[in-house]
């Protein structure tokens, strides 16, 4: 088992910054991808950006360089820093993890963007 605890929400005006932290443990030697993802309302859940075990990233056409996914594999934390967030990044932010082909997900943390 994998247990992913999402932390650094909340709301922040149009333009500015947060940065979101994923935390894993449990089973966790294996994990090679992780990824954020979000759920808006009314939309269905998106993958924002992944991350490799290597440091490998892929990310959604329209966040790249305004988000940037990074990962310490010291502290089994990924993280996601988001700047010049606009309205339309409000959503609930998901971490994921792979390991061995099954997906293990956070509870989400939400993140408001005023305008």
């Known amino acids: 088992q994998v247990q992913l605890v999402e932390s650094g929400g909340g709301l922040v005006q149009a333009g500015g910054s947060l940065r979101l932290s994923c935390a894993a443990s449990?089973?966790?030697?294996?994990?090679?991808?992780m990824g954020w993802y979000r759920h808006a309302p009314g939309k269905q859940r998106e993958l924002v950006a992944a991350?490799?075990?290597?440091?490998?990233?892929k990310y959604v056409d329209s966040e790249q360089g305004r988000f940037t996914i990074s990962r310490d594999n010291a502290k089994n934390t990924v993280y996601l820093q988001m700047n010049s967030l606009k309205p339309e990044d409000t959503a609930v932010y998901y971490c994921?993890?792979?390991?061995?082909?099954?997906?293990?997900w956070g509870k989400g943390t939400l993140v408001t963007v005023s305008s």
């Open positions: 994921q993890a792979n390991l061995y082909g099954m997906d293990y």
């Open positions: 449990g089973n966790i030697e294996g994990i090679n991808l």
């Open positions: 991350i490799s075990s290597g440091g490998s990233t």
